[in-house]
């Protein structure tokens, strides 16, 4: 009978190492790979929208967004991706999926995807300068808010950017498979200005 | 040490900062704020080149980016780069520069002899020269002439510098910061716009910076730092130096390049050489100058020969004169101010030749002065000596002189107003073309527009910066204009100067003459297109950015047509010269595009996997062990073991679909050809997936893990196609349906586990019965690995008894530890893809090879799989008679007569004894495998009437690798036909 607790591995185990990288001096940009948010895919049962909307008010207080925007509190997001169709996070959330089908199952289809993707959380005064280097598409704050979601192509990567808040601190999630091509792009990119990687 | 046609005095050089450089291995001397050319002048150096075709020597014509002749090698060893405008080359200390196209010096080339066989080196002469014998083209006059005409020579090594690409966005877009540029910028900043001000030069101010204008008093070149400074300070202008607008694309997006680090020998550590740029813009002002045209006469190659407003860039901006004995020639009153620049700045100049009968208002400025008169020759070889000067009478003065400055007036650089396919219009005014349609959202300003003179530039520059700003919804807040001259700038065009005997070049790059450009017209191309073609005018690196007006004016002529009616050749970007490393960026080698790594990768590595690209994914082909001598005997052993006791293997790679919801049986009954409504929950089952045409398009298995949830598998190379289509289903065709779908692909590490074994190494490690009783074959559950939750399928694609286990990705590592450390008593052997490959053809399972587009499925002998109780995709088309003909091949397995053969996949069967004709084309096979288990080759295929023909014998032939083998006829399940292993 099994009894050996499972070593769970970072997506950028062995590539991501702690510490100042790049140009010297003081850091450009903070990289944070974040190990620890929760994500589920959340797509509305036909006819059910509303229900749903309603029924994520209640369990969570927030307003579900239509379009590409994120709503959160305590933890607790929907970023919209696409009609009908939310990703949740939850930062120390335990089993996101399962607790959202308690509450919202009723109301749509909910799968795990806290093992899918690279998360990272990126700062720093030229966060956008080392972003530029990949992201198609409009960063600037007349163009993108904080609450602002976008689902784009980066370096060939299909990446979520989510813009948590105006320090600017970015949220980019990308395929756990492509981690390692994805952190090659990021790295080279941020290395002129200088990063500080960290997990958490 | 001091340069010997450096001025005392002047220029935006930085005299307190002297380089040294080498060119063709002799040492100079320069200062900070010079370009290549500009040191080259200033030290004397006439000869710089050697032309394309003759070889002939040639200097610096222009003072930009449309230089012609002074291309160069830059740098050395692997950051060697070939045709490098001298012109655009900033100056850095120990730069290291070499002449091209001549051996074995650039004074004594011998290749110089073309110029005298020019005769038969005209327009097209290799369109007649070297046609016989045909055979000989590509083994001899090919190579030979790409050895004599030639650019520079690539570094041959890897380029060690990095590139970049990025993304920019804005309301204005200004290409081009001179006069009109800057006050754009100016306008639509002020504005409150979000403005780019992109210039190809590292400093600021365009033609300004090469005039001794004034503007609100002040020299021009401080006027413009003014303005930049006061451009720097806005947050939302963005001023990009030394960067060049390449292209412009729909939707408001144009490309650049960035030359972040082409004036340091080495980029700084962690920074690109180039960097190219995607902008997208709500409006660009076009604000990109114009410029100069040669004067078609005899020699007027030489070096020596310089435009008159590039002369008056070196003279002003640089402090190096061309020459000290100066001549001007033009036709207009622009070439005027070189003369008084020149006089200004001490040098001597000898004569003012102008074409014109009028006598310019500036001929009162005192030169001697010839009207009405033309330069018909120039005399010298690598430098000027005399000109020869035909005045109205017809008679011609020779005028000693070192340096002779020509003027045929400006062409407006219309380029990127015609990259969406806008034409140019005719300006009898400025003869010359101004932009015609523009693309949606650009402006023109200055003298791109056809506004010659400095005052107008800045007016029109105010007038489109605050337009554009404008348009983005900003109001704009009146500028001042500042205070500057309209200064003379009459033109009367004169392309050819006929009395010429020695050749007149039009386009310098190509060695394009203008008796080339009447021999095209006379061998019958009349079209500007052909005539592009047939003398390559216009062609290489410049793009013919100085010769191609004068060769349609020329062409005009010779067919007595007007310009306008000729009309200019095609537009395309890139509008100079780019690299491929700045087109590549971050993308080249392994970064080439992304790669998908399976969670095991890591402990694949170490266990010395050799690995292999299928799609994006990077998975283990086989794991070689210490003394196995190839591929075969590795996977061979991986078979043997697996078969034997137990091996794994990542699957991972599959994809993954999830699906929820009341219609979500339905939805799949829809999308496969089989039933899987009525498979219980708990269960999984194989499915077949058609295309709308009634062919196969893949397959995987569906499991039922909940009354409203399923899970389907696809193969890895089509799983990404597999989803969008899924999605187009659901989407386009079924809306109503209630199904929520989603792929988990990512979510999941999945590994197969497979042999007699295969469930004691998995009774080790899970919380479950898994006995035969409780979970038998084509079983699925949840189930708790070491505390996580986990899945578990009894699926087999090796044909042996054996599972699937799915965990959460971020334990993929740790599960294929586990599960090799629970296997290590029964020997498990890690298999790679060759090996379940082996196994699967061994099994007569279909795969990639089979699901080629091609086939049916009762082609692949699964017709019993479709079912005749619902509608499916597929279902329909798959009815057509000839898709029904019992003719049509069929699947089969086939195993080698001779059993030492070796089996080719992609032979074709003929019947025994017939000749290998298309006629007696039987079907081909699609997979081979040397089988452990057998000890021979076996094969899959698709052979006519073929499950009617078990026991025949056919012939396998393949042309292509000289296969022709006789094959027995069999069935495709070679090993354990009754399944019994599977049920085990």
Same mark, same amino acid.
């Given at each position: 009978?099994?009894?050996?607790?499972? $070593?769970?591995?970072?997506?950028?185990?062995?590539?991501?190492?702690?510490?100042?990288?790049?140009?010297?001096?003081?850091?450009?940009?903070?990289?944070?790979?974040?190990?620890?948010?929760?994500?589920?895919?959340?797509?509305?049962?036909?006819? $059910?929208?509303?229900?749903?909307?309603?029924?994520?008010?209640?369990?969570?207080?927030?307003?579900?967004?239509?379009?590409?925007?994120?709503?959160?509190?305590?933890?607790?997001?929907?970023?919209?991706?696409?009609?009908?169709?939310?990703?949740?996070?939850?930062? &120390?959330?335990?089993?996101?999926?399962?607790?959202?089908?308690?509450?919202?199952?009723?109301?749509?289809?909910?799968?795990? $995807?806290?093992?899918?993707?690279?998360?990272?959380?990126?700062?720093?005064?030229?966060?956008?300068?080392?972003?530029?280097?990949?992201?198609?598409?409009?960063?600037?704050?007349?163009?993108?808010?904080?609450?602002?979601?976008?689902?784009?192509?980066?370096?060939?990567?299909?990446?979520?950017?989510?813009?948590?808040?105006?320090?600017?601190?970015?949220?980019?999630?990308?395929?756990?498979?492509?981690?390692?091509?994805?952190?090659?792009? +990021?790295?080279?990119?941020?290395?002129?200005?200088?990063? @500080?990687?960290?997990?958490? | 040490?001091?340069?010997?046609?450096?001025?005392?005095?002047?220029?935006?050089?930085?005299?307190?900062?002297?380089?040294?450089?080498?060119?063709?291995?002799?040492?100079? %001397?320069?200062?900070?704020?010079?370009?290549?050319?500009?040191?080259?002048?200033? &030290?004397?150096?006439?000869?710089?080149?050697?032309?394309?075709?003759?070889?002939?020597?040639?200097?610096?014509?222009?003072?930009?980016?449309?230089?012609?002749?002074?291309?160069?090698?830059?740098?050395?060893?692997?950051?060697?780069?070939?045709?490098?405008?001298?012109?655009?080359?900033?100056?850095?200390?120990?730069?290291?520069?070499?002449?091209?196209?001549?051996?074995?010096?650039?004074?004594?080339?011998?290749?110089?002899?073309?110029?005298?066989?020019?005769?038969?080196?005209?327009?097209?002469?290799?369109?007649?020269?070297?046609?016989?014998?045909?055979?000989?083209?590509?083994?001899?006059?090919?190579?030979?002439?790409?050895?004599?005409?030639?650019?520079?020579?690539?570094?041959?090594?890897?380029?060690?510098?990095?590139?970049?690409?990025?993304?920019?966005?804005?309301?204005?877009?200004?290409?081009?910061?001179?006069?009109?540029?800057?006050?754009?910028?100016?306008?639509?900043?002020?504005?409150?716009?979000?403005?780019?001000?992109?210039?190809?030069?590292?400093?600021?101010?365009?033609?300004?910076?090469?005039?001794?204008?004034?503007?609100?008093?002040?020299?021009?070149?401080?006027?413009?730092?003014?303005?930049?400074?006061?451009?720097?300070?806005?947050?939302?202008?963005?001023?990009?130096?030394?960067?060049?607008?390449?292209?412009?694309?729909?939707?408001?997006?144009?490309?650049?390049?960035?030359?972040?680090? @082409?004036?340091?020998?080495?980029?700084?550590?962690?920074?690109?050489?180039?960097?190219?740029?995607?902008?997208?813009?709500?409006?660009?002002?076009?604000?990109?100058?114009?410029?100069?045209?040669?004067?078609?006469?005899?020699?007027?190659?030489?070096?020596?020969?310089?435009?008159?407003?590039?002369?008056?860039?070196?003279?002003?901006?640089?402090?190096?004169?061309? /020459?000290?004995?100066?001549?001007?020639?033009?036709?207009?009153?622009?070439?005027?101010?070189?003369?008084?620049?020149?006089?200004?700045?001490?040098?001597?100049?000898?004569?003012?030749?102008?074409?014109?009968?009028?006598?310019?208002?500036?001929?009162?400025?005192?030169?001697?002065?010839?009207?009405?008169?033309?330069?018909?020759?120039?005399?010298?070889?690598?430098?000027?000596?005399?000109?020869?000067?035909?005045? #109205?009478?017809?008679?011609? =003065?020779?005028?000693?002189?070192?340096?002779?400055?020509?003027?045929?007036?400006?062409?407006?650089?219309?380029?990127?107003?015609?990259?969406?396919?806008?034409?140019?219009?005719?300006?009898?005014?400025?003869?010359?073309?101004?932009?015609?349609?523009?693309?949606?959202?650009?402006?023109?300003?200055?003298?791109? &527009?056809?506004?010659?003179?400095?005052?107008?530039?800045?007016?029109?520059?105010?007038?489109?910066?605050?337009?554009?700003?404008?348009?983005?919804?900003?109001?704009?807040?009146?500028?001042?204009?500042?205070?500057? !001259?309209?200064?003379?700038?009459?033109?009367?065009?004169?392309?050819?100067?006929?009395?010429?005997?020695?050749?007149?070049?039009?386009?310098?790059? %190509?060695?394009?003459?203008?008796?080339?450009?009447?021999?095209?017209?006379?061998?019958?191309?009349?079209?500007?297109?052909?005539?592009?073609?047939?003398?390559?005018?216009?062609?290489?690196?410049?793009?013919?950015? =100085?010769?191609?007006?004068?060769?349609?004016?020329?062409?005009?002529?010779?067919?007595?047509?007007?310009?306008?009616?000729?009309?200019?050749?095609?537009?395309?970007?890139?509008?100079?010269?780019?690299?491929?490393?700045?087109?590549?960026?971050?993308?080249?080698?392994?970064?080439?595009?992304? *790669?998908?790594?399976?969670?095991?990768?890591?402990?694949?590595?170490?266990?010395?996997?050799?690995?292999?690209? =299928?799609?994006?994914?990077?998975?283990?082909?086989?794991?070689?062990?210490?003394?196995?001598?190839?591929?075969?005997?590795?996977?061979?052993?991986?078979?043997?073991?697996?078969? #034997?006791?137990?091996?794994?293997?990542?699957?991972?790679?599959?994809?993954?679909?999830?699906?929820?919801?009341?219609?979500?049986?339905?939805? +799949?009954?829809?999308?496969?050809? &089989?039933?899987?409504?009525?498979?219980?929950?708990?269960?999984?089952?194989?499915?077949?997936?058609?295309?709308?045409?009634?062919?196969?398009?893949?397959?995987?298995?569906?499991?039922?893990?909940?009354?409203?949830?399923?899970?389907?598998?696809?193969?890895?190379?089509?799983?990404?196609?597999?989803?969008?289509?899924?999605?187009?289903?659901?989407?386009?065709?079924?809306?109503?349906?209630?199904?929520?779908?989603?792929?988990?692909?990512?979510?999941?590490?999945?590994?197969?586990?497979?042999?007699?074994?295969?469930?004691?190494?998995?009774?080790?490690?899970?919380?479950?019965?898994?006995?035969?009783?409780?979970?038998?074959?084509?079983?699925?559950?949840?189930?708790?690995?070491?505390?996580?939750?986990?899945?578990?399928?009894?699926?087999?694609?090796?044909?042996?008894?054996?599972?699937?286990?799915?965990?959460?990705?971020?334990?993929?590592?740790?599960?294929?530890?586990?599960?090799?450390?629970?296997?290590?008593?029964?020997?498990?052997?890690?298999?790679? *893809?060759?090996?379940?490959?082996?196994?699967?053809?061994?099994?007569?399972?279909?795969?990639? $090879?089979?699901?080629?587009?091609?086939?049916?499925?009762?082609?692949?002998?699964?017709?019993?799989?479709?079912?005749?109780?619902?509608?499916?995709?597929?279902?329909?088309?798959?009815?057509?008679?000839?898709?029904?003909?019992?003719?049509?091949?069929?699947?089969?397995?086939?195993?080698?007569?001779?059993?030492?053969?070796?089996?080719?996949?992609?032979?074709?069967?003929?019947?025994?004894?017939?000749?290998?004709? *298309?006629?007696?084309?039987?079907?081909?096979?699609?997979?081979?495998?040397?089988?452990?288990?057998?000890?021979?080759?076996?094969?899959?295929?698709?052979?006519?009437? /073929?499950?009617?023909?078990? /026991?025949?014998?056919?012939?396998?032939?393949?042309?292509?690798?000289?296969?022709?083998?006789?094959?027995?006829?069999?069935?495709?399940?070679?090993? !354990?036909?009754?399944?019994?292993?599977?049920?085990?």
């Amino acid at each position: 009978m099994p009894d050996a607790v499972l $070593q769970a591995r970072s997506p950028l185990h062995g590539l991501a190492r702690s510490g100042h990288h790049g140009r010297a001096g003081p850091a450009g940009l903070t990289i944070v790979e974040r190990t620890d948010i929760a994500f589920a895919s959340v797509i509305a049962r036909r006819g $059910q929208r509303d229900a749903l909307a309603s029924a994520v008010r209640a369990s969570f207080g927030l307003a579900l967004p239509d379009g590409p925007r994120r709503v959160g509190k305590d933890g607790v997001a929907f970023a919209g991706i696409g009609p009908g169709q939310w990703i949740a996070s939850g930062e &120390n959330a335990g089993d996101l999926a399962a607790s959202l089908r308690e509450r919202i199952g009723a109301f749509a289809a909910v799968a795990d $995807q806290s093992d899918s993707r690279l998360v990272l959380h990126l700062s720093g005064a030229r966060v956008r300068d080392a972003l530029v280097k990949g992201v198609p598409i409009d960063l600037h704050p007349r163009a993108f808010k904080t609450g602002d979601v976008a689902s784009t192509l980066v370096a060939h990567v299909g990446v979520q950017i989510d813009m948590l808040d105006d320090a600017p601190v970015f949220q980019l999630t990308a395929p756990r498979s492509m981690a390692g091509s994805f952190w090659s792009w +990021l790295t080279a990119s941020a290395a002129e200005f200088g990063y @500080d990687v960290a997990t958490k | 040490m001091s340069a010997p046609f450096r001025l005392a005095s002047g220029g935006l050089i930085d005299r307190g900062k002297p380089l040294s450089f080498s060119f063709d291995g002799k040492t100079y %001397n320069g200062f900070a704020g010079d370009t290549l050319a500009s040191a080259l002048i200033a &030290n004397g150096v006439k000869l710089v080149s050697r032309s394309f075709k003759y070889h002939r020597p040639r200097g610096i014509l222009t003072a930009g980016s449309e230089e012609p002749n002074a291309l160069v090698e830059l740098r050395s060893g692997a950051r060697r780069e070939p045709n490098t405008r001298a012109t655009v080359t900033e100056l850095y200390d120990g730069l290291v520069a070499a002449s091209q196209n001549r051996w074995p010096s650039l004074a004594l080339d011998v290749s110089g002899i073309n110029d005298l066989l020019s005769p038969f080196l005209a327009a097209g002469f290799y369109y007649k020269t070297f046609m016989w014998p045909a055979k000989f083209w590509e083994a001899l006059y090919e190579p030979l002439i790409r050895r004599a005409a030639g650019l520079g020579r690539v570094a041959g090594a890897e380029d060690p510098d990095t590139y970049e690409k990025a993304f920019a966005h804005c309301d204005v877009l200004v290409i081009g910061a001179g006069p009109a540029g800057l006050m754009a910028a100016l306008a639509a900043g002020r504005a409150g716009a979000r403005v780019i001000l992109a210039d190809e030069d590292f400093r600021l101010g365009g033609r300004l910076l090469a005039e001794r204008h004034e503007i609100d008093g002040r020299p021009g070149a401080a006027w413009a730092a003014g303005i930049e400074a006061e451009l720097s300070a806005m947050p939302e202008v963005r001023i990009m130096h030394r960067t060049t607008v390449l292209g412009v694309y729909d939707h408001g997006q144009y490309s650049a390049v960035e030359r972040v680090n @082409d004036h340091v020998a080495t980029p700084p550590i962690h920074e690109p050489r180039q960097r190219s740029w995607k902008i997208v813009a709500k409006r660009a002002v076009l604000a990109a100058g114009a410029l100069e045209r040669p004067i078609a006469f005899g020699n007027n190659d030489r070096p020596g020969v310089m435009l008159a407003g590039a002369a008056r860039a070196y003279i002003n901006r640089y402090a190096a004169t061309p /020459g000290k004995r100066l001549a001007v020639f033009t036709n207009n009153d622009d070439g005027w101010r070189t003369a008084a620049d020149a006089r200004t700045a001490g040098i001597e100049v000898v004569a003012v030749v102008d074409s014109r009968a009028a006598k310019s208002e500036l001929s009162k400025l005192g030169f001697s002065t010839m009207s009405n008169s033309r330069v018909s020759h120039v005399d010298g070889k690598q430098g000027v000596r005399a000109i020869d000067v035909v005045g #109205a009478n017809g008679r011609a =003065t020779r005028i000693e002189c070192d340096a002779l400055a020509v003027s045929g007036g400006w062409n407006p650089a219309v380029h990127l107003t015609c990259h969406l396919g806008g034409k140019p219009v005719w300006n009898d005014e400025i003869a010359a073309f101004v932009p015609g349609t523009r693309p949606p959202a650009m402006y023109a300003a200055g003298a791109t &527009n056809g506004a010659f003179t400095l005052s107008r530039c800045l007016t029109g520059g105010i007038a489109a910066g605050a337009m554009a700003a404008g348009d983005c919804g900003f109001d704009f807040t009146p500028i001042t204009q500042p205070r500057a !001259d309209d200064e003379p700038a009459a033109v009367t065009p004169l392309w050819h100067v006929k009395e010429s005997r020695a050749k007149a070049f039009v386009d310098f790059q %190509n060695d394009v003459t203008a008796k080339d450009i009447a021999l095209a017209h006379q061998e019958g191309f009349g079209s500007v297109e052909h005539l592009k073609r047939y003398t390559t005018l216009g062609m290489a690196t410049d793009q013919g950015k =100085t010769a191609n007006v004068t060769g349609l004016a020329i062409l005009a002529e010779a067919s007595g047509r007007a310009i306008p009616q000729v009309g200019t050749t095609t537009y395309r970007p890139p509008y100079v010269p780019v690299s491929f490393g700045a087109m590549a960026g971050h993308h080249r080698g392994r970064d080439f595009r992304p *790669i998908r790594l399976p969670p095991s990768h890591a402990w694949a590595t170490e266990q010395g996997a050799v690995f292999m690209e =299928t799609g994006a994914w990077l998975r283990a082909q086989y794991y070689p062990r210490a003394g196995e001598t190839d591929w075969l005997q590795s996977v061979n052993r991986e078979v043997a073991a697996t078969r #034997a006791s137990v091996g794994v293997c990542d699957v991972s790679t599959f994809g993954k679909v999830a699906f929820e919801g009341p219609d979500a049986a339905a939805f +799949l009954d829809r999308v496969c050809a &089989n039933t899987l409504s009525t498979l219980p929950v708990g269960k999984a089952r194989y499915a077949l997936m058609l295309r709308e045409d009634g062919f196969v398009q893949d397959d995987g298995t569906v499991a039922r893990l909940g009354p409203e949830y399923f899970v389907m598998t696809s193969t890895t190379a089509n799983a990404p196609r597999m989803m969008q289509h899924l999605e187009f289903c659901h989407q386009v065709l079924w809306p109503a349906l209630d199904v929520g779908m989603v792929s988990v692909s990512e979510q999941w590490a999945q590994f197969a586990v497979a042999g007699p074994r295969s469930r004691d190494v998995l009774c080790k490690l899970i919380d479950a019965d898994i006995a035969n009783a409780a979970f038998p074959y084509l079983g699925a559950r949840e189930v708790s690995f070491g505390g996580v939750s986990a899945r578990l399928f009894r699926l087999s694609f090796s044909g042996e008894l054996a599972y699937e286990l799915a965990v959460p990705a971020r334990y993929g590592d740790a599960v294929i530890r586990a599960i090799m450390a629970a296997g290590a008593e029964f020997a498990i052997t890690p298999y790679g *893809i060759e090996a379940l490959g082996v196994m699967r053809t061994e099994k007569g399972h279909v795969a990639g $090879q089979e699901m080629n587009g091609q086939l049916t499925a009762r082609d692949l002998g699964l017709g019993r799989m479709m079912s005749t109780r619902k509608d499916y995709i597929g279902r329909v088309m798959a009815q057509r008679p000839a898709l029904l003909d019992p003719e049509r091949p069929a699947f089969v397995g086939l195993r080698p007569v001779e059993r030492s053969a070796r089996l080719r996949a992609g032979a074709h069967f003929i019947p025994v004894g017939a000749a290998a004709t *298309i006629e007696n084309d039987e079907g081909y096979m699609t997979s081979v495998a040397f089988s452990p288990t057998f000890g021979h080759w076996i094969g899959l295929g698709v052979l006519k009437r /073929g499950p009617e023909r078990i /026991g025949q014998r056919v012939r396998a032939y393949d042309p292509v690798r000289n296969g022709d083998v006789e094959v027995e006829v069999c069935s495709p399940h070679f090993f !354990d036909p009754e399944g019994a292993r599977l049920h085990a």
